[in-house]
């Protein structure tokens, strides 16, 4: 009976996605929950033709980034793999996951499962597949409406990996937050062991010590909470890293070392360090030898909205998404380094998936975008509002607010004193700005200089 | 414009380095710039974790804002070392807007599963935890002001009001203190106490002016009230979130 039904939900998921992608949705977790209706033990019933191991990312930021070249690595190994690339990571976007992974007759073969899942669901999604491994790349405020407070998110995490019997933890050592799911647990910890950022005032999310709730000290500080931490109180520290970078260059491309190997790679943004980190300290750990690893990174083509470059009648446009105060901090970074003059977009929503509430705007350092050479800055997405009052607040001039984006994007197109524009959007604002972006691109064409698409080429966020 | 040139305002803002979630400090940018808009001084200090003794000398508003459990925990038990002269700074007519965990730290306790934290006993309030989290855009309506007041509530504390306070609008969207009384956060005499973050008074701008006046009232006797300033795009968000939850009005 369950074998039957079985192969009635993975026809039924395939089907979903199919006329999915007729109408243009771009869900991937509606098919997998329409599996579950049919037949609830799916996962686990298909989990058992993953022969090697289950990896399980999970962490507020970069996981989708870190799964993904996690999974394309392996691939590009010689192993066979079932992964959500799409980034739904809630149980429908897992079920969704293996039932694209059978064939007609419900069956499949993978070497390993590769699953990036979101923190709150963990616990829902270890009832029906268990983790061999674990990795967590760190924890910020994010989408607070729907986890609540951080403690209530490492508090789920808590319980599920508890449930999952043996696993092993690969962790962010440089994140007290989520260091702490190590003790008294099997785990390997990676984590930049140098100064490479110039000092900030940011908010810091987990400053107070997590034993004895005194202020904690830094040897050095990366951003958010992360850096070479320690209680002078009571003698809580960074745990000893496994997989340490040193020997940070960012001048140009990105460089460091981690166990000897000297990286390189044209990747953007200082987070994209942990993301490659995780990556490396994951292969090792699972044992797989991490042979001509740079050319692996350099192939591998990061998900849309990561610092997406998309040039508009050879005029670079890039598109990057960001979901919350430490996501968006990075993304200004990135525009600061930049020192043409440009344009930037922001567009705000507060669907579901976003968040409903915005007040995390204002934990965002936005007044630094008035050192950004910035020609024209546009507001627009369902709170355009509230993020142009987070800008007249923070005294940085915007030239605009409007509901279309289209109109925003040929106000920059033919801004002729901008070199460069900057999209910046969060969550459920991502697909429908790539669509007129893109869409857009059409009509003006795309034609870039073969320097500039070398730039951009690449480039990973942290989102 | 008046020469507002004469007048200064102290804002102190406590702990900002332990209550900070959810954009409250926004609530500080906020009464800032619209002082610095009609040209008066503000001054804003900060008073943090690390600061051994805590000066209320001078202080005009006094802000404080919300965190979570255990670092609300931390600044109870620093501000209990200050109790009386909060009280005194209270029952003298000085300001204080307190939102979220800091509007709970006010009153006589705050009751969880497991500990109960004694609070401040300014306020003539309880605050006892609930299973659930009450989280929603929330819209009031408040009879000083005609435009609604607008936020979001994320809370697992439930409020209860006595004799000697009010609450400062009615629930036409959300939960308020307590998810079924109908109302929502205090106001007593110039205390101004609130679940709602968004932050608070960013879209609230008739609520942030008349916290400024009462500050300016106070310390400057004869003072003849703030002059309007262009809230056209405040009114444009705060009706945003009026016209979706509540319809247009």
């Known amino acids: ?463 | 414009m008046r020469d507002n040139g004469k007048f200064e305002i102290n804002i102190i803002h406590l702990y900002p380095d332990l209550l900070n979630l959810y954009g409250d400090r926004g609530n500080i940018a906020c009464m800032e710039k619209r002082l610095e808009w009609r040209g008066i001084t503000a001054n804003v200090r900060q008073c943090t974790n690390k600061d051994s003794d805590i000066d209320l000398t001078g202080a005009d508003i006094i802000f404080v804002g919300g965190g979570s459990d255990r670092e609300q925990e931390i600044v109870c038990s620093r501000l209990l070392k200050m109790k009386d002269e909060l009280k005194a700074y209270v029952n003298s007519g000085g300001v204080l807007v307190a939102v979220c965990g800091g509007y709970q730290l006010l009153g006589k306790y705050y009751k969880t599963a497991l500990t109960k934290i004694e609070g401040l006993d300014i306020l003539d309030i309880y605050t006892d935890s609930g299973d659930t989290r009450l989280i929603s855009n929330v819209v009031l309506e408040c009879d000083r002001f005609d435009m609604p007041i607008v936020g979001f509530e994320n809370h697992a504390g439930r409020t209860y009001l006595g004799e000697g306070v009010t609450p400062l609008g009615k629930v036409l969207f959300g939960n308020g203190n307590t998810g079924d009384s109908g109302y929502e956060g205090v106001i007593y005499k110039n205390v101004i106490a609130t679940y709602l973050h968004g932050p608070l008074l960013p879209k609230n701008p008739q609520l942030c002016d008349y916290i400024l006046a009462r500050a300016l009232e106070r310390k400057y006797p004869g003072f003849e009230g703030l002059e309007p300033l262009d809230d056209g795009l405040e009114e444009l968000a705060n009706k945003y979130i009026v016209g979706k939850y509540v319809g247009k009005a």
Not at chain 1, 318 to 325: H, M, S
């Open chain 1, 1 to 463: 009976m369950s074998a039957i039904r079985k192969l009635i939900a993975v026809w039924a998921a395939k089907a979903a996605s199919v006329a999915g992608r007729i109408v243009g949705k771009k869900s991937s977790s509606s098919p997998g929950v329409l599996a579950l209706k049919i037949c609830p033990n799916l996962i686990s019933l298909l989990a058992k033709n993953v022969t090697k191991g289950v990896i399980v990312t999970c962490g507020t930021n970069g996981k989708t980034t870190t799964n993904n070249l996690l999974n394309s690595s392996l691939k590009k190994y010689g192993f066979t793999t079932v992964c959500n690339t799409l980034g739904a990571n809630m149980i429908g976007g897992i079920a969704t996951a293996f039932a694209q992974a059978c064939n007609i007759f419900g069956a499949f073969k993978a070497d390993y499962a590769v699953l990036e899942v979101d923190e709150a669901s963990a616990r829902r999604v270890f009832k029906h597949i268990k983790p061999n491994y674990m990795l967590i790349t760190n924890l910020f405020r994010d989408q607070l409406d729907r986890y609540g407070e951080i403690d209530i998110t490492v508090d789920l995490l808590n319980e599920a990996i508890d449930m999952a019997d043996g696993v092993k933890l690969i962790l962010n050592g440089d994140d007290p937050l989520t260091a702490r799911f190590g003790e008294g647990r099997d785990a390997v910890y990676f984590g930049i062991s140098e100064q490479v950022l110039p000092p900030s005032d940011e908010t810091k999310e987990g400053r107070f010590c997590l034993k004895c709730g005194e202020e904690q000290e830094y040897n050095y500080f990366h951003y958010s909470q992360l850096g070479d931490y320690y209680c002078p109180h009571c003698g809580n520290k960074r745990p000893e890293i496994d997989f340490a970078a040193t020997d940070v260059d960012l001048s140009e491309s990105m460089k460091f070392t981690v166990r000897g190997k000297r990286i390189d790679v044209n990747y953007r943004g200082f987070y994209n360090i942990y993301n490659i980190l995780a990556v490396y300290a994951a292969l090792n750990t699972i044992g797989v030898k991490t042979d001509n690893f740079n050319e692996i990174l350099s192939d591998y083509k990061p998900q849309i909205g990561r610092m997406e470059l998309i040039p508009m009648g050879g005029k670079p446009f890039i598109l990057n998404l960001a979901k919350n105060p430490a996501g968006f901090n990075q993304a200004i970074q990135t525009v600061l380094l930049d020192k043409r003059p440009k344009d930037v977009i922001v567009a705000i929503n507060d669907l579901a998936n976003d968040g409903r509430d915005v007040s995390w705007l204002w934990d965002v350092d936005f007044d630094k975008l008035a050192e950004a050479n910035l020609k024209q800055l546009i507001t627009t997405g369902i709170r355009m509002y509230d993020i142009s009052l987070r800008f007249k607040y923070a005294d940085v001039k915007f030239d605009l607010i409007t509901e279309d984006m289209k109109f925003a994007l040929s106000r920059c197109f033919n801004n002729k004193e901008a070199e460069v524009c900057y999209v910046l959007v969060n969550y459920t604002a991502l697909y429908p700005t790539q669509t007129a972006m893109l869409e857009y691109q059409k009509e003006v064409g795309a034609a870039l200089p073969p320097s500039e698409s070398n730039r951009n080429g690449g480039a990973l966020s942290a989102g």
